[in-house]
Each structure stands twice: as C-alpha cells, then as structure tokens.
C-alpha cells in the first residue's frame, strides 16, 4: 500500500511581513500623534509680549461704540493679520466675548468656543477672563485648550495668553496703528451695548524748535 503524506500549507513569509510592518506604521502613527498633542498641550504658551509701555499722554478725543461696530473693526484686523495662515478663528463681542476656532485631536479638526468676560484695567488694557467652553461631546478642561492654541495659534505681540489664569490680556498700551494712533479701553458694558474708548493721535514733533 501506499501511503499518502499530507502537505500542510503556511502562510508565506510575504504576506505575515505586510501585515506587521501596517501594524506597526499604524501604532507609529497613533503614537506619535498623541506624543505631538501631549506636547502642546502641556507646554505653557510663550510669552512673547515685551514689558508694559504706558501711554502717559492725555488722550486727544473719546470714541463711543457698540458691539456690531466693534466686531467689524475686529473682523478687518483678522481678516489681514491671519490671511498667510493655515490656522484660523474669530473673536466675537456679544452677550459675552467669544473666541472660536479648531484644535486638532488624533488628526481631526475639533471646534471649540470658548466664552469670556471682559473687565477695563486701571491703565487702560482689557482683561478676558475665560467662564465656560463648547466644545462638542468632548469634556475637556479649558486650561489644556488655552494651551493648545498658545502654542499653536498665532496672536499679535500685544495679546497675551494665560493659561494657567485662564485669561487672555489686551495690551492696548502697546497696540499701535500704522498711522501712529494708539486706543485704551474707557468702559465695556456689553449688557447695554456700550464700548467707550480714548483715542490717542501720534505726538507731532516740531523742526527747528518750533
């Protein structure tokens, strides 16, 4: 008689390679992304803005706004200041002060409103003071996201970030337009849809002494 041996059949060398090498690059990926969100949410935000300048003229007029006019006046300004950037929000004056914009999470563009008081400084700045956040289903502490977007955002020189206060301060001392006016912050009363502002026009100097 003769006997029949059966030959068992195995997976071939190739095809197990695939599949641990996808495996890998995938726990590579998720890894990495997590060490790179780590990062960013745990590093405190640079504080680019250099030491307070103090405005110690008297101002040369007061304007008063409402919340619409401001909004738009803000609006412009990010429009141009953020138009070479890939990273975008807005900030809104309504019953509160809103900032809006995305941080990302394993990849994913994640929206977020983050709702703020304002309060007028004795010299004339604007404190925001963070009280709440929307930010989907997800519950995340307003800190770990202030984080996110002080190192990730783009802000001008004057706007600083704090994260462990959760504040955000408007050094309008050290704002200055192109034209050399400068702006303090009067009252801010946005129940009553009231912005009163002073205006400072850029100091003149004479020639020869006059």
């Given at each position: 008689m003769t006997t029949r041996t059966q030959k068992k059949t195995k997976?071939?060398?190739?095809?197990?390679?695939?599949?641990k090498w996808l495996f890998i690059i995938l726990v590579a990926i998720i890894v990495g992304t997590g060490v790179y969100f780590g990062h960013k949410i745990t590093q405190p935000p640079a504080q680019t803005a250099p030491?307070?300048?103090?405005?110690?003229?008297q101002a040369t007029f007061s304007v008063n706004l409402n919340k619409s006019q401001v909004n738009d006046v803000i609006g412009y300004y990010l429009n141009h200041y953020l138009?070479?950037?890939?990273?975008?929000y807005t900030f809104d004056l309504g019953d509160q002060a809103v900032l809006k914009g995305k941080?990302?999470?394993?990849?994913?563009?994640?929206?977020?409103?983050?709702?703020?008081?304002?309060?007028?400084?004795e010299n004339g700045d604007v404190q925001l003071k963070a009280?709440?956040?929307?930010?989907?289903?997800?519950?995340?502490?307003?800190k770990v996201v202030m984080n996110y977007i002080g190192n990730s955002y783009k802000f001008p020189k004057w706007v600083v970030l704090n994260s462990k206060?959760?504040?955000?301060?408007?050094?309008?001392?050290?704002?200055k337009m192109k034209n050399g006016m400068q702006i303090k912050a009067k009252k801010i009363d946005l129940a009553n849809n009231k912005i009163n502002l002073d205006v400072y026009l850029p100091q003149v100097t004479s020639e020869g002494g006059q």
């Amino acid at each position: 008689m003769t006997t029949r041996t059966q030959k068992k059949t195995k997976p071939t060398p190739t095809n197990f390679n695939i599949w641990k090498w996808l495996f890998i690059i995938l726990v590579a990926i998720i890894v990495g992304t997590g060490v790179y969100f780590g990062h960013k949410i745990t590093q405190p935000p640079a504080q680019t803005a250099p030491n307070e300048q103090l405005i110690k003229r008297q101002a040369t007029f007061s304007v008063n706004l409402n919340k619409s006019q401001v909004n738009d006046v803000i609006g412009y300004y990010l429009n141009h200041y953020l138009k070479k950037t890939k990273i975008k929000y807005t900030f809104d004056l309504g019953d509160q002060a809103v900032l809006k914009g995305k941080f990302k999470l394993l990849g994913y563009g994640v929206p977020f409103s983050i709702y703020l008081d304002p309060y007028v400084m004795e010299n004339g700045d604007v404190q925001l003071k963070a009280k709440r956040m929307e930010i989907g289903a997800l519950s995340v502490p307003i800190k770990v996201v202030m984080n996110y977007i002080g190192n990730s955002y783009k802000f001008p020189k004057w706007v600083v970030l704090n994260s462990k206060k959760e504040t955000i301060q408007l050094r309008l001392n050290q704002f200055k337009m192109k034209n050399g006016m400068q702006i303090k912050a009067k009252k801010i009363d946005l129940a009553n849809n009231k912005i009163n502002l002073d205006v400072y026009l850029p100091q003149v100097t004479s020639e020869g002494g006059q």
